[in-house]
């Protein structure tokens, strides 16, 4: 019986060390840019719900909502101040703008306080997952738990040299909070979870400001070590960060043989090219590997870069 097993297992075996992770430093440019630069913006906010307006039937979600959109501008206005950018906060409704943007609006502004360039926060998306592990806490023999928040704002920018216009980018930012599972804690997990959406606002205010500023990060990113000629020829320039010479290799052969070859060859091409900062060409390859190839880590990996790229993907 173990040796009729032992292809199966080889197999598995094989199939599970096929791919290999490797840290991957990008240079991420900004969403949005100035012809001549910035240094005077201007922020306005299209996130506050009215928890007594028609339709809205969970006012307690508006309201904690609200308490994110609060901060959201506090995280804007910190991560400007950082970089050393002035930067303004306007009322929607004080100037007219109720439905989308109007330039003859925004350029009137824009003389008045000499500024370059304006963010919109758009609304802000947040929902709570489960309850997380229970713990016992010793110390009253009281039971907790904390839940998971996530949070989505969209971001709009507009630059009033050029009248170029990047619409709804988004950011995203989880946070947890700690909840009592006794029903007699009500009121503190109320607090708890207000406190929670607070730091998620100010987050998201925060990232979406970075937006506009150059960044190097690091992601922890799949590639494929077996499966063509060519892929075991690049995992030695993959493992050593040598990514010409990695795309050198895999455009020779990236469209030919079976589709699972190619699939994994491209999925190999999308990631040496976003390591070069290609996020475009990164793109195009993983949708090609994903759809034309059907290969699924391939699907996992375009949403990735999607999202690094500000594109918004409805859910399937």
Not at 226 to 231: D, L, P, V
Request: proline share 2%; charged share 25%.
């Amino acid at each position: 019986m173990i040796f009729r097993l032992l292809p199966i297992l080889l197999l598995a075996v094989f199939c599970t060390n096929c791919t290999a992770y490797i840290k991957v430093a990008i240079d991420e440019d900004p969403k949005a840019t100035s012809n001549e630069g910035f240094q005077r913006v201007g922020v306005f906010n299209r996130t506050r719900q009215d928890p007594n307006q028609m339709g809205v039937t969970n006012k307690t979600i508006i309201e904690n909502n609200n308490v994110a959109v609060q901060t959201s501008i506090d995280g804007a206005f910190n991560s400007m101040l950082r970089n050393n950018i002035w930067v303004q906060e306007y009322d929607m409704d004080s100037i007219g703008m109720i439905v989308g943007f109007d330039w003859d609006i925004l350029d009137s502004l824009g003389r008045v306080d000499t500024l370059d360039f304006f963010i919109e926060l758009g609304s802000i998306e947040s929902k709570t997952t489960g309850t997380g592990s229970i713990v016992s806490v010793i110390a009253g023999q009281s039971r907790q738990a904390r839940q998971k928040l996530n949070g989505l704002m969209y971001v709009s920018f507009y630059d009033l040299d050029s009248h170029f216009v990047q619409e709804m980018l988004i950011v995203k930012h989880d946070e947890e909070y700690p909840i009592s599972l006794s029903p007699l804690e009500a009121k503190n997990n109320a607090r708890s979870k207000k406190a929670g959406f607070e730091r998620m606002g100010y987050q998201l205010g925060f990232k979406a400001s970075e937006l506009v500023f150059p960044h190097v990060i690091t992601e922890n990113r799949q590639y494929y070590k077996y499966g063509s000629k060519s892929i075991n020829e690049v995992r030695r320039f993959i493992a050593n960060r040598q990514w010409a010479e990695a795309s050198a290799v895999l455009v020779l052969t990236m469209d030919d043989g079976k589709p699972s070859r190619r699939g994994k060859e491209l999925f190999n091409m999308a990631m040496v090219q976003e390591a070069q900062g290609n996020l475009d060409q990164a793109i195009e390859l993983a949708e090609r590997s994903a759809y034309n190839c059907k290969n699924t880590n391939a699907k996992i990996y375009l949403r990735k870069l999607q999202e690094s790229a500000g594109i918004r993907v409805d859910e399937e």
